[in-house]
């Protein structure tokens, strides 16, 4: 079964400052990858898929890259709403996976 | 779209609980369906996938064959059977889209079921 690690478990940051979170799974997914924000009392909502694909409605403020074991979530410039637990999630042939999540709390 | 799942109880351990959701506003039967729950506090736990015609299906490991997931679709729903519950399956359950390769792109509330005597 894959394994996926995020760092770093907590990010403490600023609005307005670059906000970047690391997904590694231990062993290659190719581009499988998305990545979801999760807010107290709400269900995760889809960021980025496959990747790189921002999901429909996603501000261009959210970022995805990476591909195989390495992937990172780029949030260019935090507004106050985004400060949440950020999931990253993978698909190995039929199954899939979440990792412990990010939270980016305000500093 | 719109994902609305029900069914969610208090169940002694070694009951059984069938959960549905309910989807509007998308074309049912084009589209795979996920469950996933959330135990209390803790991240999302992915469960099962159905494809769109219900020919195939797969689940989480850790289920080890008690839960089975099915769709009926020409009323619009997925259901997820539950059997020998067990404490650690307590969560908030979420029935979800398929997006792409990868992803799920709309979620339900989730409906809450709790194993305890």
């Known amino acids: 079964d894959i394994v996926l690690t995020q760092s770093p478990a907590t990010l403490s940051l600023s609005p307005g400052q670059r906000a970047t979170l690391s997904c590694r799974a231990s062993?290659?997914?190719?581009?499988?990858l998305s990545w979801y924000q999760q807010k107290p009392g709400q269900s995760p909502r889809l960021l980025i898929y496959?990747?790189?694909n921002r999901a429909t409605g996603i501000p261009a403020r959210f970022s995805g890259s990476g591909s195989g074991t390495e992937f990172t979530l780029t949030i260019g410039s935090l507004e106050p709403e985004d400060f949440a637990v950020y999931y990253c999630?993978?698909?190995?042939?039929?199954?899939?996976?979440f990792g412990p999540g990010t939270k980016v709390d305000i500093k | 779209v719109q994902l609305v799942e029900s069914g969610g109880v208090v169940v002694q351990p070694g009951g059984s609980l069938r959960l549905s959701c309910a989807a509007s506003?998308?074309?049912?039967?084009?589209?795979?369906m996920h469950w996933m729950r959330q135990p209390p506090g803790k991240g999302p736990e992915w469960v099962s996938l159905?494809?769109?015609?219900?020919?195939?299906?797969h689940y989480a490991d850790s289920l080890k064959g008690r839960f089975t997931t099915s769709r009926d679709n020409s009323k619009n729903s997925l259901y997820l059977q539950m059997n020998s519950l067990r404490s650690e399956d307590t969560a908030l359950y979420y029935c979800?889209?398929?997006?792409?390769?990868?992803?799920?792109?709309?979620w339900g509330q989730g409906t809450l079921v709790t194993v305890s005597s």
């Open positions: 979800g889209r398929g997006s792409g390769s990868s992803g799920i792109d709309s």
């Open positions: 506003g998308f074309k049912f039967d084009d589209y795979t």
């Open positions: 159905i494809t769109y015609n219900g020919g195939y299906k």
């Open positions: 062993q290659s997914v190719r581009t499988y």
């Open positions: 496959d990747a790189s």
């Open positions: 999630q993978v698909r190995d042939n039929w199954l899939f996976t």
